[in-house]
């Protein structure tokens, strides 16, 4: 289906959320359709490890210090993976955005997306490797700010939210020069900051305030199988010591870990498209009309890097 989105453009701060929107409406049958194909498996995955893990708890027994260390582990284990799941998607949601930048279409699926993702992970794993380096670096400094924020009452906590989506937005941005081929893995994070330096305020705001409405909706819509859940489990097993002796407890409390998953892997998944949508308005801005050709004698890579 072709879209008649137009990415490429400067966009004010008013403009990131309707824009969100117009383009949520337009791809959220096809991206959810898409990137959950590719979930089945994973959440399948996680729902055998939270059941697994309730194998383990029984309130009214009493454990030993290996028992207890054995739950924690396996509890830390499935975060974890949880974590490395979430990472991977957002990657795939990004590959999702590339293809659908490119084509301005919906005439793509989940084998194109994961065939993409699949030939580019080394792009992805160095990146990674790199974050990390830089997220040491501007630790203390972030930390430092976000101390302050915490001691300026109602709005110091609006500040440090809208700080780590400033945060945010700069390493996708970064990522995706050299995603690209713009710049070399020690030049897309300079580059990606000259990039957004002049509207990294108006950007941060812009993220956070979309992620905020998005994690709303999305606890909002989660909120009746929860609820449903939780009334099964009340009027079928009780909120008792026995909860997880049975097979029926287990299960429930393994779909309610299950839906938890998803929510937090639908949410990376869905942020990439702010994101991407402040990439393409930063890169029009900073570029101009020939944003490709002139981001390419810049500084784009070598072929065989």
């Excluded at 400033?166 to 996708?172: A, G, L, Q, R, Y």
Aim: net charge negative.
């Amino acid at each position: 289906m072709e879209l008649n989105f137009e990415f490429k453009k400067e966009r004010k701060l008013g403009e990131f959320v309707q824009d969100f929107v117009d383009l949520l409406k337009l791809v959220i049958r096809h991206f959810c359709a898409t990137l959950f194909k590719l979930a089945v498996v994973p959440l399948a995955m996680m729902l055998l490890l939270f059941y697994y893990l309730t194998t383990k708890i029984n309130f009214g027994a009493d454990f030993s210090e290996a028992d207890l260390f054995a739950i924690w582990s396996l509890f830390f284990a499935i975060v974890g993976v949880l974590i490395i799941l979430a990472i991977i998607f957002f990657g795939i949601a990004i590959e999702y955005f590339i293809l659908l930048r490119n084509h301005n279409s919906t005439d793509f699926g989940s084998t194109e997306v994961w065939s993409n993702f699949k030939s580019h992970i080394g792009i992805y794993l160095r990146f990674f490797g790199a974050a990390v380096i830089v997220s040491l670096i501007i630790a203390l400094p972030v930390f430092i700010v976000m101390v302050i924020a915490s001691f300026i009452p109602i709005i110091g906590s609006f500040l440090a939210g809208i700080l780590m989506s400033c945060v945010s937005v700069w390493f996708f941005c970064a990522f995706m020069l050299y995603r690209e081929g713009y710049y070399t893995l020690t030049a897309c994070f300079t580059s990606a900051f000259d990039m957004l330096r002049k509207k990294i305020f108006d950007y941060g705001v812009s993220s956070y305030i979309v992620s905020a409405i998005f994690q709303i909706l999305l606890m909002m819509m989660s909120l009746v199988p929860v609820l449903v859940l939780g009334l099964i489990a009340y009027n079928t097993i009780g909120f008792d010591d026995h909860f997880f002796d049975t097979f029926s407890g287990k299960l429930i409390a393994s779909l309610g870990g299950t839906i938890f998953a998803m929510i937090m892997i639908t949410s990376y998944m869905f942020s990439v498209l702010i994101s991407g949508l402040i990439y393409e308005s930063a890169k029009e801005i900073r570029f101009g009309e020939n944003i490709y050709e002139t981001i390419a004698n810049l500084g784009r890579r070598a072929d065989e890097q």
